[in-house]
């Protein structure tokens, strides 16, 4: 699922194609923007901030997208289109006299005025990836709230942006601490600088990779692998499924010997079995491999 270093990635792809190119038509496919039209205008930047993508376009215009679970960016050469399986998941196609950019199954989609994106991306954390980046503000809005969990407090994007849920489960991991520790008996500084440490090599390799194995099913630690063993130990890895309403609850794994630590009670356990799709490690990347027609999993399984 995208995270801050997929979008960043997904941003300089897109500036390297597009940036100086001018759009010929644009076809929005979402309500509020239906009879929007950036004919005309030229391509400016593709900036990211943590999970969000500024595009902005001459005329002071931006296109803010946020990828949230599933949203991506698709390119393809002049003159080519998508394969009509794709149809559906398209909410924007963005032509220029160059590439045409689809966005997919993208959640958040709206244009504003460049001066107003401090409205958008104001209100998060410093970028974990951006130029700007303050590791003391970051652990200092870390350390706010002293009893949180720190797997909260480190997908919370008002503290940091950028890290997501694979980031913030790996983190725990290498850092031996339970996803459930109080913030207070975590030393915030090296977590911050571990996790950041890891999205920056993802950012010049392929794939998000934490064991340092490429192999397929072997690139995470305990993310996407429930109830097998523990690299490390041995362990059966545990599981517990997002709860319902519950703000930055998200799949968690992790070791119960490696991570000693507080544990959810059991009426808050996952109630589905860990190897499904979305949770099987080697099910990742599966849409991915379809765009470039690899094998994968079969659409709508």
């Not at 300089?12 to 004919?39: E, I």
């Not at 951006?130 to 720190?150: C, Q, S």
């Amino acid at each position: 699922m995208p995270e801050g270093d997929s979008v960043w990635k997904a941003a300089q792809r897109m500036r390297a194609a597009l940036v100086g190119r001018r759009v010929v038509r644009s076809d929005f496919r979402v309500p509020q923007h239906a009879t929007a039209d950036l004919s005309g205008r030229e391509v400016l930047a593709f900036d990211a901030y943590g999970k969000h993508m500024l595009t902005r376009f001459s005329g002071d215009l931006t296109l803010h997208t946020h990828f949230e679970m599933d949203g991506a960016w698709q390119l393809v050469g002049p003159g080519k289109r998508l394969p009509s399986t794709f149809d559906d998941e398209i909410r924007l196609v963005l032509e220029t006299d160059g590439p045409t950019a689809y966005a997919l199954r993208m959640p958040v989609l709206e244009l504003l005025g460049t001066a107003d994106e401090p409205r958008v991306v104001g209100h998060l954390g410093p970028d974990v990836l951006g130029e700007g980046w303050d590791e003391d503000e970051a652990v200092r809005r870390l350390g706010a709230d002293p009893d949180r969990p720190v797997v909260e407090a480190l997908l919370d994007q008002k503290n940091l942006a950028g890290i997501g849920n694979l980031w913030a489960v790996e983190t725990c991991y290498l850092r031996g601490v339970s996803p459930w520790t109080r913030v207070r008996d975590v030393d915030l500084r090296a977590a911050v600088r571990l996790a950041r440490r890891m999205m920056r090599h993802s950012l010049e390799h392929a794939g998000q990779v934490t064991t340092g194995d490429t192999r397929r099913g072997r690139t995470h630690w305990v993310y996407g692998r429930a109830e097998r063993p523990c690299r490390r130990c041995g362990t059966p890895v545990q599981f517990r499924d997002s709860m319902t309403g519950a703000p930055y609850s998200r799949e968690t794994w992790w070791c119960p010997s490696c991570q000693p630590g507080p544990v959810p009670s059991l009426t808050e356990r996952p109630t589905r079995p860990g190897l499904r799709r979305g949770v099987n490690e080697e099910s990742f990347g599966a849409r991915g491999r379809r765009l470039r027609g690899e094998p994968g999993l079969n659409r709508g399984r």
